[in-house]
């Protein structure tokens, strides 16, 4: 079992800036395949930034060269550095792991952006 716990969500003004954690713990074998969704009121979960399988990131067009998705795997935490954020970003951000073959999510964390 792996257990994912997210932090460092909140409130923000226009082009400010948050950083979100997560956490991993458990039977975890690398924080490869493990990255950051985020579902917005009326809409589907999307992908916003990742690790793939092989190591590289992924980052969703809308995000590209405003968010950083980071790593330390000594605390087997991963980061989503958020920089000038926008009213569209506004959002409940989900933490994801991907292991034999099974979907692992956090519970959550609230990022709202205020015009």
């Known amino acids: 079992q792996v257990q994912l716990v997210e932090s460092g969500g909140g409130l923000v003004q226009t082009g400010g800036s948050l950083r979100l954690s997560c956490a991993a713990s458990g039977r975890i074998y690398s924080l490869n395949a493990m990255g950051w969704y985020r579902q917005a009121p009326g809409n589907q979960r999307e992908l916003v930034a990742t690790?793939?399988?092989?190591?590289?990131?992924n980052y969703a067009d809308s995000v590209k060269g405003r968010f950083t998705i980071s790593r330390d795997n000594a605390k087997k935490t991963v980061y989503l550095q958020m920089n000038s954020l926008k009213p569209e970003d506004t959002a409940v951000y989900y933490c994801?792991?991907?292991?034999?073959?099974?979907?692992?999510w956090g519970q959550g964390t609230q990022v709202t952006v205020s015009s």
């Open positions: 994801n792991k991907d292991q034999d073959r099974v979907r692992y």
């Open positions: 690790f793939t399988s092989g190591g590289t990131t």
